[in-house]
C-alpha cells in the first residue's frame, strides 16, 4: 500500500491548481503518459481499461429509468452465470461513472465505507461488498462530521473537471485488488444519463465491447433512447441490445401483466427500426426497488424468498435478468 495514504476527500476538494484543472480526484502523480483526451485536429487512440477483458456500458438517454439498478443487478447476474468454456465464475466489477450523481454506493451498500486505499503506486483500489469489486465517485466525496455518509455532497464542475475525473476513473483504479491478481473478465460501466461529456469521454477514450441501452415503455424514454445509440455509433461503441424495464407489473394472485406504463409496442418497433437486438422486458417488482435501498441487489435475493414476497413477477424478474446476463456474455465473449 502507500506509506502514508492521504485523505482521498481532502485532495479531492483541495486548492492547488494542479488538483483543480488536471488531477480532480488529487491522486498521486503516476508514472507512464496520461490517455489522450479528445482534440478537434488529432486522431484519438482508443485503450483498454488495465487488468480488464471486456467494458460493458449500462446506459440510457432518459434519467429515472431503473439504470443503475439494472447495471448492478446485471453485473450479479454475470458474475453467477456458469460458462461452458469454464467451470469458474466470471470475474465482474462495476464502475460508477455518473459524477453527479451516484447512485452506486447506496445500490452496493456501501454509502457508509471508508474511504479507497491506494497502491504503492497511487491507484486506487476498489471497494468489495458482496463480492464484487466497486469504484464510484461516491466514495471519494468528504462526509460532514454530523452526517452518516456523503449522500447530500453536490459536485459542482465544469466540463473539463469531469472528463479529467472521468478519465482517471477509467484509467487510475486497480481492478486486480492491488495484489497483482488476474484483473476482471467483465467491467460494468454504469454511465450517466444523457449524451454529454462522459459518455464521449468514455467512447472516444476506450475499447468499449458492447452497450446495455435502458428504457421504459413511455415515449419520452424511447426518444433519449434513439439519441443514445446514435451517439455511442457515432463514437463507434457496439450495442449489445435494448432492455425495457417496468415493463408490466404481476400482482401477486394473478398472472395477467398491467401495463401500467403503456404498451410495450412502441419499443418493439423502436428496437426493429433501429436493428437492435431486445435483451429482455423486465416487470416492475416492489422487492427489485426495495433491495436496491438496503444495498441487496435483487439478484441475490434466494429463489423462495422472491416468489413469497414478490409472486410470479419476482420469479419472472429473476428469470429475465438471468437470460440477459447470458445473452450479454455470448455476445461479449464471440469478439
Known sequence: MHPTVRCLARRLFGTSSWTKHENPLGLPRRPGPAPQMPRKSDPIQKRPIPNVKKVLAVASGKGGVGKSTVAVNLAFSLALLRTSSSADRLRVGILDLDIFGPSIPTLMGLQTSDEPRLTSTGAIIPLVNHGLPT???????????????????????????????????????????????????????????????????????????????????????????????????????????????????????????HHLFGSPDA????????????????????????????????????????????GVGGVEWKGSMESVASKVWTSLSSD
Not at 159 to 173: C, E, R, T, W, Y
Not at 181 to 210: A, I, S
Not at 279 to 305: F, H, R, W
Request: hydrophobic share 40%.
Open 135 to 257: 469504484m464510484s465517485m461516491g466514495f471519494l466525496l468528504p462526509r460532514p462530521p454530523d452526517a452518516a455518509s456523503n449522500s447530500d455532497i453536490p459536485i459542482v464542475w465544469r466540463g473539463l473537471m469531469v472528463q479529467k475525473a472521468v478519465q482517471q476513473l477509467l484509467f487510475d483504479v486497480d481492478w486486480s485488488g492491488g495484489d497483482g491478481g488476474t484483473g476482471l473478465d467483465v467491467l460494468v460501466v454504469d454511465m450517466p444519463p444523457g449524451t454529454g461529456d462522459v459518455p464521449l469521454t468514455l467512447g472516444q477514450l476506450v475499447n468499449v465491447d458492447g452497450a446495455v441501452i435502458v428504457s421504459t415503455p413511455q415515449d419520452v424514454a424511447l426518444t433519449d433512447v434513439r439519441r443514445g445509440i446514435a451517439m455511442f455509433r457515432k463514437v463507434s461503441v457496439p450495442i449489445t441490445g435494448i432492455l425495457l424495464n417496468q415493463s408490466y407489473f404481476l400482482c401477486p394472485t394473478c398472472t395477467t401483466p
Open 267 to 310: 419499443f418493439r418497433s423502436t428496437a426493429t427500426h433501429l436493428g437492435l437486438s431486445i435483451l429482455g422486458e423486465l416487470p416492475l417488482v416492489q422487492g427489485v426497488s426495495s433491495g436496491g435501498d438496503q444495498g441487496i441487489p435483487y439478484a441475490l435475493v434466494m429463489d423462495d424468498k422472491t416468489k413469497v414476497e414478490d
